[in-house]
């Protein structure tokens, strides 16, 4: 399967920078954290996965999945609490560990093209490609693997 999320800050102090590019605050492991808002997400990513990373109109990398856990005193450390209007205050303790990051600059409209999106779909959270992008790649590449070996360079 190939998520997208999306990335609000890449400057060289972001989450994003931190998590995925730079781990040291990780020990060297990658790790994006997730909060109790996506858990019916998180619970369906595994192993082999993809993450493709959404910023002003492009991917700008992609990452594969090594595995997914759940550490609230982890999660604290590395990014603190999340305050949310409704739901009160939150931890990214939902943590996906990546195998690599690799940067791209593919235009999001492919993305669109790829899965009939409407032209104003946009990525604010950690999502699954659709079931017509999903099939097409499939059907075109045999796998999520071959897809990104060939659009994601």
């Given at each position: ?138 059907e075109q590449f045999g796998d999520e693997s071959n897809f990104i070996k060939k659009h994601?360079?």
């Amino acid at each position: 399967m190939i998520y997208l999320t999306a990335i609000n800050d890449v400057s060289e102090t972001s989450k994003f920078q931190k998590s995925i590019v730079k781990t040291e605050e990780a020990n060297g492991r990658r790790l994006w954290g997730l909060t109790e808002l996506t858990t019916s997400t998180f619970d369906r990513i595994k192993k082999g996965d993809y993450i493709l990373y959404y910023h002003k109109g492009e991917i700008i990398g992609y990452s594969k999945i090594l595995q997914t856990f759940i550490d609230e005193e982890l999660a604290r450390k590395l990014w603190g609490t999340y305050s949310h209007r409704l739901k009160g205050v939150l931890l990214w303790s939902k943590i996906i560990e990546l195998e690599n990051f690799k940067k791209s600059s593919v235009n999001f409209s492919f993305i669109i093209k790829l899965g009939d999106y409407s032209e104003k779909f946009s990525v604010r959270r950690l999502i699954s490609l659709n079931d017509t992008a999903t099939k097409r790649i499939v059907e075109q590449f045999g796998d999520e693997s071959n897809f990104i070996k060939k659009h994601f360079k």
